[in-house]
């Protein structure tokens, strides 16, 4: 029974997760969705399969619709055996989006509870996590993958500080399920960023066991982490081996060609450019934002009220009250280095200062893992603004393969809170002398922050990167209303650094009245819980709140289909579609039609090469060979128009010449001038059939779509000759099987990145089928690893069950 009232208070805390998770997001309690920018597109990319799904009842691993095909991997797909992602349903239980507000604090509780923290402070530490800003504004943008990932990422850490600390079977289970939980997110970015931070602590536990001459506990250690990370990989098996075929082939990997779009060397040691890595790279001073929230204006959007300056500068020109609330609602207030941010980092004023204050209170040598994690992914995210990223890019493995690097700074926000709470527990375990010798010396810290950013005020311009063009969009008001966002500005920064002492300030009085005894601790810890939290969600809900939510309805179906798309609908032959807006960068088009176009992070390489190379530079016989019957455009008005291309060459088509040429560099040159209906360019080496430099395609000669499918697709040929068909779908060696008469053939690329098969003469049927080998085979080692998990964790409870039995008897 002892032992049961143990686990009361953990239900306690639990219950607590889970009316604060639906509280912050109450609308889902009516019904509600919230709005995803990210989810809006992605809903467009992933509709053809989520309709192939209910049609069929299976599952497709390619996708038409979007960039002339791609495979669905990276689109949600769904594998058998995936037991991981079952259970992790079952974690996240409640409602979109507050199923992850709620593994942020479960996880973080766990984190905490693993280093003996009291329940209540454990408590207030997850919440304080949860609520850090950016963990919730990428809820808001719709960064699903990247928050799931980052939820995880604590009882990974758990995990392994357990068994650091030869706490083996409790360790292991824990190791093992939340890595195979965080690595089937599927954000692996986020996942290598935690890798890092557990290398930090491999290190400094392999100091300390080597220091003591324990070489039997390290084997032992390693040997737990290497089961474990086996079991967890073998899981996710289908998922890791399906993203690794698919990232040769993806943006993610290195380019075949030697040049850039403007001609010049490329340069070829990164699959990305330092400069396309690093665009988005956090500001030095820009870092105080994790202390001071709105030190550098925010976001790219703030809702500054109409008594700001700018309220009053529009008032002044004689805008009605809607209009003045219009440009007060959106202003532009940041003005830092980076193109666009949606809001700052914040971590909290008290969690920053009981961060400070653990550096004093916590006498445990542990603490450095926390203090050199946040540093260094602090360093990191200064990308550009600090050398350490390009020798990083440079030197260490895969770091070059992810953009956005800003976000590693999730390791700081996960360590400082993490250090703050445990600090904060060792603070009121210490005496009343160290107590107060901590207090004075992180309030003195604290204070001479503010003070030094007091300071700093007199020394800046507030001018952000924006402003010219700000300047232009406006015309002749532009430098008057640049002149008033900027006395917005400044009042932000005072009234933020004033914010920000008003909340240490309590917290320290908090504890000051408890170190004289005029408070409990109890009383002390719940004054501090909610001031910490209360200052987090101020900001918060100035991001992401309940405007941010619509009707279910409205997120099923994000798109409005206009005039436009219900002309190219009455079309009921094979084609594809063009959007000139917004290409590539948005899921719109494919959410009605089959696109060239489509968003994601992972785009076709190829595609996006042709998008760069070819078709910015108007060489529309790219969208020919895509077989782009209709491209979307505007008139004079901004109204969309359609205009329907009769030079497209269809779904497939006999060519009469072939021209080998012998690098991707000749194939693309000779892309800005060749007519692929007629000509077919291949690269020297792309096949072992034996080709001839001409063939004889007669007015007899025809190839027709006769099926189409997701991962099928069937074709009649009637030829009187042998000839080279090019089809315009995508080619992608690996997963797709062709046929000729039910014999298997092969298919070879042409075109850069179409698909092109040597026909026999005579009448013919072809088929396309996508039965990716990398799905079964995954399949099977998940289903092996998800057994022995199974096993290992009935036989680890199974073992302290009894050891705890014999221990009480």
């Known amino acids: ?251 993610r990997s290195k380019s075949e060609l030697t040049f850039n779009p403007d001609g010049t060397e490329k340069d070829r040691a990164n699959a990305m450019s330092h400069e396309y890595i690093t665009e988005y790279s956090y500001g030095v001073f820009e870092t105080f934002n994790l202390f001071v929230p709105r030190l550098l204006g925010g976001g790219n959007a703030e809702d500054i009220g109409t008594d700001s300056n700018v309220g009053d500068f529009i008032t002044s020109l004689g805008a009605s009250p809607a209009d003045v609330e219009g440009f007060t609602k959106q202003a532009p207030t940041y003005w830092g280095d980076q193109p666009i941010v949606a809001a700052p980092a914040y971590i909290g004023a008290i969690v920053i200062f009981l961060f400070i204050l653990a550096l004093f209170t916590e006498k445990r040598k542990f603490k450095y893992i926390f203090v050199i994690g946040a540093i260094v992914s602090i360093l990191l995210s200064w990308g550009k603004n600090f050398p350490l990223t390009d020798f990083m890019i440079d030197n260490f493995p895969m770091y070059n393969k992810f953009r956005a690097i800003t976000s590693i700074q999730v390791i700081a926000e996960l360590c400082i809170p993490a250090l703050a709470i445990i600090g904060l527990a060792s603070f009121f375990k210490s005496s009343k002398e160290e107590q107060l010798d901590a207090l004075k010396k992180s309030g003195i810290v604290s204070g001479a922050i503010v003070v030094f950013l007091f300071a700093c005020k007199l020394f800046l311009d507030f001018q952000g990167a924006n402003d010219d063009y700000i300047m232009q969009v406006y015309g002749e008001i532009g430098p008057s209303y640049v002149t008033a966002l900027i006395e917005d500005r400044q009042s932000m920064y005072v009234s933020d650094l004033i914010r920000t002492l008003f909340f240490i300030t309590l917290a320290a009085a908090a504890l000051y009245f408890f170190i004289k005894q005029k408070l409990s601790e109890q009383s002390a810890l719940i004054i501090i819980g909610i001031v910490m939290i209360i200052d987090l969600i101020m900001i918060d809900w100035n991001y992401v709140n309940k405007s941010n939510f619509v009707n279910a309805s409205q997120v099923k179906n994000p798109f409005v289909k206009t005039i436009v798309d219900d002309k190219i609908l009455q079309d009921k032959s094979n084609f594809r579609v063009f959007d000139m807006q917004s290409p590539f960068n948005s899921g719109r088009t494919v959410f009605f039609h089959q696109a060239l176009g489509g968003y994601h992070a992972a785009k076709p390489k190829k595609v996006q090469e042709l998008y760069d190379y070819q078709i910015t530079k108007q060489n529309y016989e790219i969208l020919n060979m895509f077989n782009v019957k209709y491209v979307i455009s505007q008139d004079e008005n901004q109204n969309p128009i359609s205009l329907q291309n009769p030079e497209a060459n269809g779904n497939a088509w006999f060519v009469s010449e072939i021209k080998t040429l012998p690098s991707a560099d000749e194939i693309m040159i000779e892309l800005s001038k060749v007519k692929t209906k007629t000509t077919a360019l291949i690269e020297t080496g792309n096949t072992s059939r034996i080709l001839k430099p001409e063939y004889t395609v007669d007015s007899l000669a025809t190839i027709k779509l006769v099926d189409s499918r997701s991962n099928y697709l069937k074709y009649e040929s009637n030829n009187p000759n042998e000839g080279v068909a090019v089809f315009s779908e995508i080619y992608y060696p690996k997963g797709w099987k062709i046929t000729i008469d039910g014999e298997e053939t092969e298919m070879f690329e042409a075109d850069y990145v179409l698909r092109a098969l040597l026909i026999p003469g005579g009448k013919h049927t072809i088929e396309f089928k996508f039965d990716p080998e990398v799905v079964s085979k995954g399949s099977k080692i998940a289903l092996i690893s998800s057994i022995l998990i199974l096993l290992s964790i009935i036989g680890s409870l199974v073992y302290l069950f009894k050891k705890r039995k014999k221990d009480i008897n």
């Open 1 to 251: 029974m002892k032992y049961l009232k143990n686990f009361i208070p953990h239900v306690l805390v639990i219950i607590g997760f889970i009316i604060v998770a639906l509280a912050y997001f109450s609308p889902v309690l009516s019904g509600k969705e919230i709005f995803q920018s990210d989810i809006v597109q992605y809903t467009g990319m992933s509709k053809e399969q989520v309709e192939f799904r209910e049609t069929y009842n299976e599952e497709s691993y390619w996708n038409n619709s979007a960039f002339g095909g791609m495979p669905t991997y990276q689109l949600g797909a769904k594998y058998p055996h995936n037991y991981i992602k079952a259970l992790d349903s079952v974690i996240r239980f409640l409602p979109r989006p507050a199923d992850y507000l709620f593994i942020y604090f479960i996880g973080f509780y766990i984190l905490l509870c693993s280093f003996r923290i009291k329940p209540l402070q454990a408590f207030f530490g997850a919440l304080a996590f949860g609520f850090s800003t950016y963990l919730i504004v990428i809820i808001g943008a719709g960064h699903n993958a990247k928050a799931h990932a980052i939820a995880y990422m604590p009882m990974v850490l758990a995990g392994v500080f357990l068994v650091f600390r030869k706490k083996y079977l409790t360790g292991f289970i824990l190791t093992t399920i939340a890595a195979a939980l965080e690595i089937s997110t599927n954000h692996f970015q986020m996942t290598y960023y935690l890798l890092l931070l557990l290398l930090i602590v491999a290190i400094y536990y392999t100091v300390v066991y080597i220091k003591q001459k324990d070489f039997k506990s390290l084997v032992q250690i390693i040997g737990i982490f290497i089961v474990s990370g086996i079991l967890a990989i073998g899981a996710n098996a289908t998922n890791l081996l399906a993203t690794a075929e698919y990232s040769d082939f993806s943006t």
